[in-house]
């Protein structure tokens, strides 16, 4: 079973920063790419960055600049630096990994996290 566990989310005034993490733990044999996703209120789940276990990090266009996003494969763990936060950025942020497990199925599977809540508000 693998399970990934956001934390990382609150209360930040405009302008403000936080930093999420995401831990996948579990029957692990190798992650492929990981990212995060946001769902604003109203609004479809929608991506805002993702990165391959090698090779060229993507942002969403309303994020670059702001947004870092970095993992540390040792750790299973992918974070997500947003700066200069604005109210619009207000939403619940999911982690999304593409998984290998070290047991059956023994192929690669999208897990995803249950979100962490970013509310942007002064």
């Known amino acids: 079973q693998v399970q990934l566990v956001e934390s990382g989310g609150g209360l930040v005034q405009p302008g403000g920063s936080l930093r999420l993490s995401c831990v996948a733990s579990?029957?692990?044999?190798?992650?492929?790419?990981m990212g995060w996703y946001r769902q604003a209120p109203g609004k479809e789940r929608e991506l805002v960055a993702t990165?391959?276990?090698?090779?060229?990090?993507n942002y969403a266009d309303f994020v670059k600049g702001r947004f870092t996003i970095a993992r540390d494969n040792a750790k299973n763990t992918v974070y997500l630096r947003m700066n200069s936060l604005k109210p619009e950025d207000t939403a619940v942020y999911y982690c999304?990994?593409?998984?290998?497990?070290?047991?059956?199925?023994?192929?690669?599977?999208?897990?995803w996290g249950n979100g962490t809540l970013v509310t942007v508000s002064s």
């Open positions: 999304n990994a593409n998984i290998v497990p070290s047991g059956w199925p023994y192929y690669a599977m999208d897990h």
């Open positions: 579990g029957s692990i044999s190798s992650i492929n790419a």
């Open positions: 990165i391959p276990r090698g090779g060229r990090i």
